[in-house]
């Protein structure tokens, strides 16, 4: 109980040194070096960022910069930001820019970052015509130019040494686990054998991949952005990397355009016209695969919510457990192939 208290009394120091650390950083570094004088900015509290924590300083006309606060132990989340940045603004990808990098700023090591604030609509809120697909798969297609040998970090010390394939199918193997650990009477240890061998046999195809693109590898409905001025932005690149372009699309396909046939078509016309003809033809032999992979992880994370719903009695509006049905039918019916997208 002691242990408790004394946890629960760090936790609390630990705000309040956070907060503090806010109000210095911002007055004292942030605003001379914006140029917002301290009787102009407003400093608001926004209810997202899961992982690290935020504040939105504005000031007249408009102008405005996220800050966002990591303690030691998410360090490594602000330098991987800090380095998409540079990699980002290098290869003049439409995304907010970093205007300052304070590493270990207060007396407790906490780190902050500000970027600009871009005003708009989220993807998620959108009308959704082939004008917005279009321009994704313009902007997708920008992303996906910028290339490496080797897959992996952004960070050119720490490449993972294992191969491709095997990386792919490691993450396979993590999803089925949650699938079948979380809903052990719902799939039928044949068909979870199946879905495994079906996803294994891609694994030397994947491996024989010998050019990476440079992937955002979590697009969704929040991490898009459409400015007043009609651009597209990509947000949030905490999990920028290395990898296949595959896993993208098929969360563009899937996520962003709900596997609107009209839309999708739209998308990989605008996406395949800025490559070579033989990137469409490789994409072709894997397309299947990242569309699979797209719904078993869909599933696995539903079916992890449904059975977390259901244990510690949180009434959640959505139904997670029908989103897994959907999520896992529509893997099965790649893996049988008998879906009708190609």
């Known amino acids: 109980m002691v242990k408790g208290r004394v946890g629960m009394l ?15 950083y ?42 966002r606060a990591f303690r030691g132990r998410d360090l490594s989340m602000a330098y991987q930001l800090y380095r998409a940045d540079d990699i980002l603004e290098k290869n003049r990808i439409p995304a907010p ?18 970027e600009e604030y871009l005003s708009g609509e989220i993807w998620a809120n959108l009308e959704m015509t082939d004008i917005p697909a279009r321009n994704l798969g313009t902007i997708l297609a920008k992303l996906h130019s910028v290339t490496s040998e080797l897959w992996g ?32 009477d719902t799939v039928t240890p044949a068909e979870f054998r199946a879905v495994r061998e079906w996803f294994r046999g891609f694994f030397p195809r994947l491996d024989a991949i010998s050019s990476f693109q440079l992937v955002h ?8 952005l459409l400015s007043p001025g009609q651009d597209l932005f990509f947000l949030d690149f905490a999990t920028l990397q290395y990898g296949y372009r595959g896993k993208d699309i098929a969360q ?3 996520l962003l355009l709900n596997k609107d046939k009209e839309l999708v078509r739209a998308f990989r016309e605008d996406y395949f016209s800025r490559f070579p003809e033989p990137v469409k033809e490789e994409y072709d032999n894997f397309s299947r695969f990242y569309r699979a ?50």
């Open 153 to 184: 970090s952004i960070d050119e010390g720490k490449r993972k040494r294992e191969g491709f394939g095997r990386s792919q199918f490691r993450r396979v193997r993590h999803r089925l686990h949650r699938v079948r650990k979380f809903s052990p």
């Open 97 to 114: 820019r970093l205007v300052d990098f304070a590493e270990k700023y207060s007396r407790k090591g906490v780190t902050f970052i500000a």
């Open 252 to 254: 563009a396909e899937i």
């Open 10 to 24: 760090e936790f609390m120091i630990d705000l309040f040194h956070i907060d503090d650390a806010f109000r210095d």
């Open 217 to 224: 590898d979590k697009l969704n409905g929040g991490n898009i």
């Open 26 to 67: 911002i007055t004292n570094r942030l605003l001379p070096l914006v140029e917002i004088p301290v009787s102009s900015c407003r400093v608001e509290i926004p209810l997202m960022g899961r992982k690290s924590c935020i504040r939105l300083v504005r000031g007249e006309g408009g102008k405005g910069y996220i800050v």
């Open 293 to 342: 992979y797209q719904h078993l992880s869909r599933s696995a994370s539903n079916i992890r919510r449904d059975y977390e719903s259901r244990t510690r009695n949180h009434q959640f509006k959505t139904d997670y457990y029908n989103r897994f049905l959907n999520h896992w039918r529509a893997l099965w019916s790649i893996v049988e192939g008998t879906d009708d997208q190609k």
